[in-house]
């Protein structure tokens, strides 16, 4: 993995990077939804706002450092504010996801009607549709003129996304993660041991608005390019589905699932599956049975092919990939382990 740059080509690299970045993101709602059990469908806010903070800071400060902070900072105590009215006013599990799912879209539409020349933040226009081009990168703390570039960003990409496992890794085996986790199971009985949930909901939820912030951060910093669509349906609906077919309370689970959807993805988008060519890799007779069953006649279609894809997990593989295959793991494990009268056969025979 260390000497990737030095293998892959540029553009090998950039999709690696970004696989890299987002499964920090992934990691965000896994904490939040596997382990805090609150289903966030606006994680995508946070990471907007991480991305356009940095952008703006950038701009206007020219050295990364404090940009770096704002882009974490920021989206933490947007998410510490919102998850301070939902926790605390009491809204049940399905409004919470209603409101975040409109605080993302309420975010879509206010950056995107912002294209006008007025609309800045000092020397940062916020550019509406067109998104802001062109970021400063990254440069090695107290030395702006060092910038980091693509291989460099890549490398820092695998630290961070280590440093947010293994940390959360460390989370969940302390006192605050078993706490969270009994919370998700038992909320009421959590209550009567003493627990605060509400404390315990709106610390988790700040803490995933921070790493989402994270991966904002460093997504503006790879494409160098941020747009309103960082707020939309897509964005916040790919997330979840990261999650989804990963594994729902793991954290390898959703790392595996955005790399393996980000690489469909791709794939899709760059394989330009028409219709000529699944009859190629089908035959013409199962090409037509399916373009006749979902009445279309190219299966270019990217979010057809990732909405299928979504369906026949959850309704095949409900629990997701890894805790699916740990349990098959640990089926074959089982069948293969000699009963105990075997492992012990003088303590069988004298009990006989």
């Not at 009994?182 to 009985?189: F, G, K, P, T």
């Not at 951060?217 to 990963?246: E, K, M, Y």
């Not at 690489?263 to 330009?272: E, K, P, R, Y």
Request: charged fraction near 10%; charge should be neutral; hydrophobic fraction near 55%.
């Amino acid at each position: 993995m260390i000497g990737l740059p030095l293998l892959l080509e540029l553009s090998a690299l950039l999709d690696v990077t970004v696989y890299l970045i987002l499964a920090i993101l992934a990691l965000s709602l896994a904490l939040v939804w596997g382990y805090g059990g609150i289903l966030c469908f606006g994680q995508s806010a946070f990471f907007g706002l991480g991305a356009y903070a940095y952008a703006i800071a950038m701009f206007n400060i020219g050295e990364s450092t404090i940009p770096f902070v704002l882009a974490i900072a920021l989206p933490a105590a947007f998410a510490a504010l919102l998850g301070y009215f939902m926790f605390y006013g009491r809204i049940s599990d399905v409004y919470l996801g209603v409101i975040t799912l409109t605080v993302t879209l309420i975010l879509f539409n206010a950056v995107n009607s912002t294209a006008g020349p007025e609309y800045h933040i000092g020397e940062a226009r916020l550019g509406g549709f067109n998104g802001i081009p062109s970021i400063p990168p990254l440069n090695w703390p107290g030395f702006p003129d060092s910038a980091l570039d693509l291989e460099d960003l890549f490398y820092v990409s695998i630290v961070l996304l280590l440093a947010v496992y293994f940390g959360l890794r460390g989370l969940l085996v302390s006192r605050f993660g078993r706490v969270m986790v009994a919370i998700r199971e038992n909320e009421q009985r959590a209550g009567f041991l003493g627990y605060d949930a509400r404390l315990y909901k709106l610390g988790t939820f700040t803490l995933g608005g921070a790493l989402a912030g994270l991966a904002g951060c460093l997504f503006a910093n790879w494409g160098a390019f941020v747009s309103p669509t960082i707020f939309g349906l897509g964005q916040s609906a790919q997330i979840i589905i990261w999650v989804i077919v990963g594994g729902r309370g793991t954290l390898i689970g959703p790392v595996v699932g955005c790399i393996a959807i980000q690489w469909l993805t791709a794939f899709l988008g760059s394989a330009q599956l028409s219709k000529a060519s699944l009859e190629h890799v089908l035959g013409p007779t199962i090409a037509k049975a399916l373009s006749s069953v979902f009445g279309i006649a190219d299966f270019s279609n990217t979010n057809l092919v990732l909405g299928a894809v979504l369906l026949a997990f959850v309704l095949l593989v409900p629990k997701g990939v890894m805790p699916t295959l740990l349990d098959l793991a640990r089926a074959t494990v089982g069948r293969r382990r000699p009963p105990a009268t075997e492992l012990m056969p003088d303590k069988a025979e004298g009990t006989t």
